[in-house]
C-alpha cells in the first residue's frame, strides 16, 4: 500500500504542472495510524493541486506523513485583523484622545518569526504588524508608583525623526515587580489544542517545552487544571497541586495531536473548571495555547466575542499564547485575550517561552490593575494636531473613559505600557504638509501645559474606577532625549518603515539602524536582538 501509493502520488505530481499543495498536513494521525495496524488504512490525508483543483484520497496517513509535509509546498492561511491608520486630529476640534492600555507582545514575536524566515516588507501580511506592541515587547526604565500606586508615570516630549515639523511625546506606565514566590496562589487551568492543526515541531511540541518551564516554577498552594481540545474537550486532570511538577509536566508531554478543533467547547470547559477551584483573592485564569485554528463550533470573531465577553463575568483572567505557523489564525486569538481581561503572546521559540513564562512570570499572570484607559486632553495654545502611533484596535470613544462598565486593559505585575504621540506644535501648523491644519503661527510656544494625561484604572475585583492626572508642560520638553525614548522611537519608526505605512515620513531602517548603532543595547538581550532584526530586514530587501 505504501510503495504503491507513494508511486501514485510522485506521477501525479509530474504530470500536473500546476504544483502540488498541501491542504490537510494539519491533520495528525490516530495512535493506530502511528502503530501502522489496520486503521491506518482509513487515516486520510487530502492533496489538491491548486490549478487542476484535482484532489487524491486514500494517501495513507501512517507513513511518512511528515516527510511528505516537509517535501511540497504548503498553503498559508494565516489570519490577521487589518486596521485602518489613524490620522492626525485637529486639538481645536477633538482635543481628546481616548484608548485602552495595551500590554500584548504576540505582534513583535511574530514578526520576528517572519523576518527570520526572509520576508520582505511586501510579504508582510497587513494587521500583522501592532506597532504598540512592538514598543511594548520591551522593558523602559519608568518611574516606579508612589503613594500606594499601582503604576508610576513618566512623560516626556522630544523631536520626532522621521518629521521635521512634529514632536513626539512619550507616556509610559510602570508597575512593580513581585517576587512570584510571594504572589497570591494561582489556580491555573491549562487549556491546550490537540488538534491536527497543532502536530508541526513549531506548535504542539513547542507547546510542550513551553508549559514544562511554567510547572517547575510553580508552588504548591498554586492549583492545576489540563483541558485539552481537537474534536471534542477533554478533562486531563483537575486541581493538581502545583508542587507536582511530574505529573503536570508527564500529562502535558504525552498529548498528542489529531481531529478538528472544537475551541468554544474547550473554552466553555475551562472556565467550569476554572470557577470550580475558584480562590478567593487569588489569581484565577485560564491559559489558552492554541494557532487559533477554531473549525467546529463557535468560530466567527463575533461568536467567540460574544462568548469570552460571557465567560470573563465569573472573575476568571484569559492570558493566550500563540504556536506555529502557515495556519496561524492571530485575528481570533487576539480577540480572545482583548475579551477575556488577559494578554496575547506569541511563542515562536524556547526562549520566547522563557520570557513570557518564567522570566515576566508575574507580569503574565498576576494582575494589578484593570480596565486601564488613558485619555488625553490636549492644549490648544499649545498643540495643534496629533496622532497616536498605534493602538487603532485599542481606541475608546470620548464616553468610554468615564464608563466602569466599558471594558479596557489589565496590567501585571512588573509591565510597562508606552504610548507615543506625533504631536504637531501652533508654531510648525502653518508649515505642516501633513495635515490640513490651518493655524496662525506664534513668535514662540506659551508656557501653558501642554497637554493632561488622565488614567483610570480598577483595583483587581472592584467595580469602580480610580482617576489618576498628571498634567505635561514645556519643561518636559528636551532637545536630548534619554536612551528609553530613543529606543522607543526607534522601534516606533521601525514600525511604520515595515509597515510601510502613510505617516512613515522619513522613515528608514537604514536610520534606524544607524540610530540603534549609537546606543548601549549590550546589557539587554532583547534591545541587542532587535538591533539584528532590523539588520536582518535591511538584508532581506
Request: hydrophobic share 40%; proline share 2%.
Amino acid at each position: 500500500m505504501k510503495n504503491e501509493m507513494r508511486r501514485y502520488l510522485l506521477g501525479s505530481i509530474w504530470v500536473i504542472t500546476a504544483g502540488v499543495m498541501l491542504t490537510g498536513c494539519g491533520r495528525a494521525r490516530s495512535d493506530t495510524a502511528r502503530s501502522g495496524g489496520a486503521a491506518a488504512e482509513s487515516e486520510y490525508i487530502e492533496w489538491s493541486a491548486t490549478e487542476a483543483e484535482t484532489t487524491y484520497e486514500g494517501f495513507d496517513g501512517s507513513v511518512d506523513g511528515g516527510e511528505w509535509c516537509e517535501s511540497l509546498p504548503e498553503t498559508n492561511s494565516e489570519e490577521y485583523r487589518a486596521m485602518e491608520e489613524t490620522g492626525f486630529a485637529a486639538v481645536a476640534i477633538n482635543p481628546l484622545s481616548t484608548f485602552s492600555a495595551d500590554v500584548d507582545t504576540a505582534s513583535y514575536s511574530n514578526l520576528r518569526r517572519m523576518i527570520e524566515d526572509g520576508y520582505r516588507i511586501d510579504d508582510i501580511p497587513d494587521g500583522a504588524v501592532r506597532i504598540e506592541e512592538l514598543i511594548n515587547y520591551f522593558q523602559y526604565d519608568h518611574a516606579l508608583p508612589e503613594n500606594g500606586e499601582p503604576f508610576g508615570v513618566t512623560t516626556q516630549i522630544a523631536d520626532c525623526p522621521w518629521n521635521a515639523a512634529a514632536k513626539i511625546a512619550m507616556i509610559g506606565l510602570k508597575t512593580e515587580a513581585i517576587d512570584f514566590e510571594e504572589a497570591p496562589a494561582c489556580n491555573l487551568v491549562f487549556l491546550l489544542d490537540v488538534s491536527g492543526s497543532m502536530y508541526a515541531d513549531d506548535k504542539l511540541p513547542l507547546l510542550q517545552k513551553s508549559f514544562s518551564m511554567l510547572t517547575e516554577n510553580l508552588r504548591a498552594d498554586d492549583t492545576v487544571s489540563i483541558v485539552v481540545y481537537a474534536g471534542e474537550d477533554r478533562i486531563i486532570m483537575e486541581g493538581v497541586s502545583g508542587a507536582e511538577h511530574k505529573k503536570i509536566t508527564g500529562s502535558v508531554n504525552a498529548l498528542e495531536a489529531g481531529g478538528s478543533t472544537a475551541g468554544s467547547d474547550g473554552i466553555v470547559t475551562a472556565y467550569q473548571i476554572a470557577e470550580r477551584y475558584f480562590v478567593e483573592g487569588g489569581n484565577n485564569r485560564v491559559i489558552l495555547a492554541t494557532d487559533g485554528d477554531l473549525n467546529v463550533g463557535l468560530t466567527t470573531e463575533e461568536e467567540l466575542e460574544a462568548l469570552i465577553t460571557r465567560e470573563k463575568e465569573t472573575g476568571v483572567y484569559l492570558s493566550v499564547l500563540g504556536f506555529g505557523t502557515g495556519n496561524l489564525k492571530d485575528n481570533k486569538m487576539e480577540l480572545l485575550a482583548d475579551k477575556g481581561n488577559g494578554n496575547y503572546a506569541y511563542i515562536d521559540s524556547l526562549s520566547e517561552a522563557k520570557k513570557v513564562l518564567v522570566e515576566q512570570m508575574g507580569a503574565s499572570l498576576v494582575t494589578v490593575a484593570e480596565d486601564v484607559k488613558f485619555q488625553v486632553e490636549f492644549n490648544p495654545a499649545v498643540v495643534a494636531g496629533y496622532r497616536l502611533i498605534g493602538y487603532e484596535n485599542r481606541r475608546l470613544s470620548e464616553q468610554d473613559f468615564a464608563d466602569d462598565t466599558k471594558d479596557a486593559g489589565e496590567i501585571g505585575a512588573g509591565h510597562t505600557v508606552t504610548a507615543l504621540y506625533e504631536i504637531v506644535t501652533v508654531d510648525e501648523a502653518a508649515t505642516y504638509s501633513g495635515t490640513a491644519l490651518k493655524y496662525a503661527r506664534t513668535e514662540e510656544l506659551p508656557d501653558e501645559e501642554w497637554f493632561t494625561v488622565n488614567i483610570r484604572y480598577k483595583e483587581p475585583g472592584t467595580a469602580k474606577s480610580l482617576l489618576l492626572s498628571c498634567p505635561v508642560d514645556k519643561s518636559h520638553y528636551t532637545g536630548t532625549p534619554g536612551e528609553d525614548m530613543q529606543f522607543a522611537m526607534a522601534v516606533a519608526e521601525f514600525g511604520l518603515a515595515v509597515s510601510d505605512s502613510s505617516y512613515k515620513g522619513d522613515a528608514s531602517m537604514e536610520k534606524v539602524l544607524e540610530r540603534l548603532a549609537g546606543m548601549d543595547l549590550r546589557r539587554d538581550e532583547y534591545k541587542d536582538e532587535f538591533y539584528y532584526l532590523v539588520r536582518k530586514m535591511i538584508r532581506n530587501e
